[in-house]
């Protein structure tokens, strides 16, 4: 495993606001670390990196942003969830702490301290950085020995920070028990005024090129239901108002029905975009698919700008305004790819093909344009695309010795769910597999906004998830990756099914449906059929254990959900007077109800200070499997966290997810 997962992986590719440098975070072996690429004297780029770390310590980088004078970059180190929670997945003494928001020179200067926080907001005039501790906004000098001080206090808790084009201004939202509202910080005044509050959630809050008004969403506060399928509600709205005054008014209303329930772009700094012209561009998906559309300032009709059955994951806006660089599986809804338009109209053209995956791009004041890139063989990596194909940025940070030709080309495969349903999946067939043999179902986590590919791809889980299917059929499973519905790249009724989830557990269907496909081949022994995940994932091996056992000698689950209705989500959402039925029905389409039918023996996994999956779902499964004596392994790993912290606890989880299966199937 330590030989495939040898590979960095880099994330948070971010362009430089003065020149064509771009830097991006590597994941190498556990020790996260700042890189940058600039352009050499004949035009090519060349990489370094930043940061000294060194050590699989469980530190993660994020929040990486550029200052506005693109001489230093800001980062948040350690913490989870963006540095917002404290952690300690070494078990040091001195125990668990949040995140450090850290500045690195591109010239190559050593690092330097800012102070306890996450989510570095650098002013375009590049003299100071804002940062949030503790849900409140911080404020500290961005070069000099200056200590940060509080910026202002607010009752809410404060995020979404946004600066104005000049400099003197900071927008943010103010999340509150049960709404939130935009506000803006002058510092010339020192005073905070808010932007047409309401009792709704307003959210993504962007600034006009000249600074006089600000755009944003306003999603209303209706209840649902968590963990079920969203696909219907009281329809969001587009506002913008005047900076100066606050007063505002909806420029535009989602029609009712599918698209009333604002999606916003999962792989993307931002959802909403100011572009040149006056033109407002955002993501509906009314006719099914989520695609960009945009509107005049002023209000009236919107336009689409992304036709076709096809959806739009992430996009970023050039410096001018005129230029959309976007991802999106128009034309291959296995795979994404990066696209470019205009903003003022015409069709858009794409800047990349392949077999490939490519995602995150960012764009330079130059023009240039960067993404990252993985193949079936090829580990992810930086890239410069150009009209003549893709250029590697870093090509010697990938090892000499990795194993690429010893890699499997998995298959794009579609089969029937169990209600009738095309379901789709990638297939990792052994190589030189003549006779029937093991095989595996595997189930991501999420859902939502999630799709596994035929290679390695922008979400670092999914990329090590990626890397254990080619692992183990390497060892000799053949491998069914399930891209079930709950998930994205497919379309509206593919993503909000319905009955799904705590609302009736319809993913069963999928389920089902995977295990009758990969019995049905001639290269699968049916009765050596195993299925692992984790988190949601985790859930689908329990609910597969639990209510189809019929098809499964063996499970592995790591941190899934075992009853609904203890998650705190459902007890703070779903449990509320007049949900009793939603109540029961969470409780009957979780595994807790169905108990009394799984047979098959299961390793269970988790870190034990998650705080997304709590460990006792867990316990609470462990105790009935035991009472009715069903064989259970235990793996748990303190001290770690739901996306785990270190490269160590990745290997160990699917070592002992392969050694599990050696030893039962």
């Not at 556990?30 to 600039?38: E, L, P």
């Not at 509150?176 to 510092?187: A, T, V, W």
């Not at 998995?410 to 095989?439: K, M, N, S, W, Y």
Request: proline share 8%.
């Amino acid at each position: 495993m330590a030989q495939i997962a040898s590979a960095p992986f880099p994330y948070d590719l971010i362009a430089s606001p003065r020149d064509g440098t771009v830097a991006w975070v590597y994941n190498e072996r556990g020790a996260r670390n700042v890189w940058v690429a600039q352009v050499g004297p004949h035009g090519r780029y060349a990489a370094k990196r930043l940061t000294p770390y060194t050590a699989d310590d469980g530190n993660d980088i994020t929040c990486l942003a550029w200052n506005g004078d693109g001489k230093t970059l800001f980062y948040t180190r350690g913490g989870a969830q963006d540095g917002r929670i404290p952690v300690n997945p070494m078990s040091l003494p001195d125990g668990p702490k949040a995140g450090a928001v850290w500045a690195v020179s591109s010239a190559g200067a050593p690092p330097r301290r800012i102070g306890d926080g996450t989510l570095p907001a650098p002013s375009p005039k590049g003299d100071r950085v804002v940062f949030l501790q503790g849900g409140q906004p911080w404020v500290a000098p961005a070069y000099g020995t200056g200590k940060p001080m509080p910026l202002f206090v607010d009752r809410g808790h404060v995020g979404s920070l946004a600066w104005s084009p000049d400099g003197t201004r900071l927008a943010f939202v103010s999340t509150r028990p049960e709404h939130s509202i935009i506000g803006i910080y002058d510092f010339s005044t020192r005073t905070i005024h808010w932007i047409a509050p309401g009792i709704d959630y307003d959210v993504d809050p962007i600034w006009s090129p000249d600074g006089k008004r600000i755009a944003f969403v306003r999603t209303p506060s209706d209840p649902e239901v968590p963990f079920t399928s969203s696909r219907e509600g009281a329809s969001w709205e587009l506002w913008v108002a005047d900076a100066a005054t606050g007063e505002g008014k909806a420029i535009w209303r989602a029609k009712e029905g599918i698209g009333s329930r604002f999606r916003l772009l999962f792989n993307s700094r931002d959802s909403i975009f100011w572009g040149a012209g006056e033109r407002l561009i955002f993501p509906w998906e009314v006719t099914g698919w989520v695609r960009l559309y945009a509107v005049s300032a002023g209000g009236g009709q919107p336009t689409l700008l992304t036709p076709g059955q096809s959806e739009v994951f992430g996009a970023q806006l050039s410096a001018d305004r005129t230029r959309l660089i976007y991802v999106s599986n128009q034309g291959d809804l296995d795979r994404r790819h990066i696209w470019a338009l205009s903003v003022s109209g015409g069709p858009p053209r794409p800047l990349t093909r392949g077999d490939g995956v490519e995602d995150m791009p960012a764009i330079a004041p130059t023009g240039s344009v960067f993404a990252l890139r993985g193949e079936a063989r090829r580990p992810l990596r930086p890239v410069e695309v150009t009209r003549d194909g893709m250029t590697d940025l870093a090509p010697a940070a990938i090892p000499a010795d990795f194993p690429s030709n010893d890699l499997i080309v998995p298959q794009l495969v579609t089969f029937q769910a169990r209600d009738g349903a095309t379901i789709h999946g990638q297939l990792f067939i052994p190589e030189g597999r003549t006779r029937p043999g093991p095989a595996l179902l595997f189930f991501h986590g999420g859902p939502t906004n999630r799709q596994m590919f035929a290679a390695w791809d922008p979400f670092e889980t999914h990329s090590h998830l990626y890397e254990s299917s080619q692992y183990l059929a390497n060892h000799g499973y053949e491998v069914l990756s399930v891209n079930y519905r709950g998930g994205a790249g497919y379309g509206f009724e593919y993503r909000e099914p319905a009955r799904f989830g705590a609302g009736g557990a319809s993913e069963l269907d999928d389920i089902i449906g995977a295990a009758k496909y990969m019995q049905s081949r001639a290269d699968v022994d049916p009765k050596r059929l195993g299925v692992w995940g984790g988190s949601y994932g985790g859930r689908m091996t329990l609910l597969a254990l639990s209510e189809a056992p019929q098809y499964f000698a063996a499970g592995a689950s790591y941190s899934g959900i075992y009853d609904w209705v203890t998650m705190p989500e459902f007890d703070v959402n779903g449990a509320q007077p007049g949900n009793e039925a939603a109540v029961k029905l969470a409780y009957d389409s979780g595994p807790v109800a169905h108990m009394d039918q799984w047979r098959a023996p299961v390793l269970l996994m988790l870190g034990d200070a998650d705080p997304i999956v709590n460990i006792g779902q867990t316990t609470a499964l462990a105790a009935v499997l035991r009472r009715k004596g069903i064989p259970t392994e235990v793996l748990v790993i303190p001290d770690e966290v739901h996306f785990l912290l270190r490269y160590s606890s990745w290997n160990r989880v699917f070592e002992a997810t392969r050694d599990y299966f050696d030893r039962h199937l």
